[in-house]
């Protein structure tokens, strides 16, 4: 994929991984980028690289615009690896005359890389640097989502160099907003958003916060993964504003795992219940779902109806490997209920109130338990199960 000038003498210089399916546990089904960017000035400046493997790519692109020797600052606004692993080669080969990172970004290089004798020059919120006839001032992000993030923004174009914040994990030939469907595109946010950046749901607020303080002109955000918002920077920002509040719609989730088809029966009478009071509902088998596309409902949902059969006195492993996974997450403001089938102890019920417990739901009952398989009144309680959590909803919502 060729360099694309995304504003003058800004090019974007990254990477397509076009193969990739799994993101530590996040699926991703469309691939992604890796977002690098070269900045042509007195002082030429890459903001990040790629992922180890993409190195030919990187330099291509920077090839087919200036000798990369040329270059006299990087900017690591993120370790990570799938961003910084290729900053080793990309020095010893530049020879840059400064790296510029976070504090934490130092402390983070030095711990991935045991460099000691790297130009590094740590800059914090507020520093800025000129580089000739545009200046970058830098944004530390904490969190965002590790210690090490930092925005870089180039005040005369309004462009927001934005690292992980406002991405999308989607391979795409296109590199603008306006080019590809808006609502796959924030399908594509939103998945990403619940799957790596919910946990920092406050943190997300509080930037926000400070970019309206300090009247922050967005006109273009860059992040390191996805496409880069040229259009409608706005729409992004407050999606993020939405989501980071964690506001729950009048949507429900029933997420079950069975051995004999016995929980699944609960499953679609509880689902009856919820579909009776109108609420939307959807349903996810374990089975044949993955947690981050589970997550990505979880993001605006109101209530998890959560089920397992019970095995060897626990919970089925998918249900266990999901709620291990969501409790990371820390979704807030849901109600919980459980449910599932058992043979003769019957403990994947208490386990599930217990860790929806520790994630502070709020859970309305002692759960719906049956012994092997539901009769018709047991089905009628799932569906009652169904109509109450719908109901409490309703007045929560
Ligand atoms: Fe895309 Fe946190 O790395």
Known sequence: MPPIEILKDIHWVGAIDWNIRDFHGYSVDRGTTYNAFLLMDDKITLFDTVKKGFKGDLLENIRKIIDPTKIDY??????????????????????????????????????????????????????????????????????????????????????????????????????????????????????????????????????????????????????????????????????????????????????????????????????????????????FDLAVSHRSDIITEVLDAGALIIGSSTLNNGMLPRMADLLHYMRGLRPANKIGAAFGSYGWSGEAVKMINTIMEEMKFRVLDPGTRVQYVPTQDDLKKCVDLGRKVARTLKEQV
């Open 74 to 283: 990087v900017v690591v606004n993120h370790v990570e690896m799938d961003h910084s692993s290729l900053v080793p080669e990309i020095t010893e080969l530049v020879q840059p005359e400064k790296i510029f990172c976070s504090e934490m970004g130092k402390k983070n290089l030095l711990a991935h890389f045991h460099t000691e004798n790297w130009p590094y020059e740590v800059v914090k919120t507020g520093d800025s640097i000129s580089l000739g006839k545009r200046t970058v001032q830098f944004i530390e992000t904490r969190m965002l989502h590790w210690p090490d993030s930092m925005f870089s923004y180039i005040p005369g174009d309004g462009l927001l160099i934005s690292s992980d914040a406002f991405g999308q994990h989607l391979a795409t030939t296109e590199r603008f907003d306006d080019e590809v469907d808006l609502s796959l595109l924030l399908g594509h946010a939103a998945k990403y958003y619940a799957n790596i950046i919910l946990p920092y749901s406050n943190l997300v607020q509080k930037l926000l916060a400070q970019v309206k303080e300090i009247d922050l002109k967005v006109d273009m955000i860059a992040p390191d993964h996805g496409l880069i918002w040229r259009k409608n920077p706005g729409k992004i920002l407050e999606c993020y504003d939405e989501w980071s509040q964690q506001r729950s719609k009048f949507k429900a989730l029933v997420i079950y795992d069975t051995m004999w088809h016995s929980t699944e029966m609960m499953a679609q009478a509880i689902m009856e219940g919820l579909v009776e009071e109108g609420v939307s509902a959807r349903s």
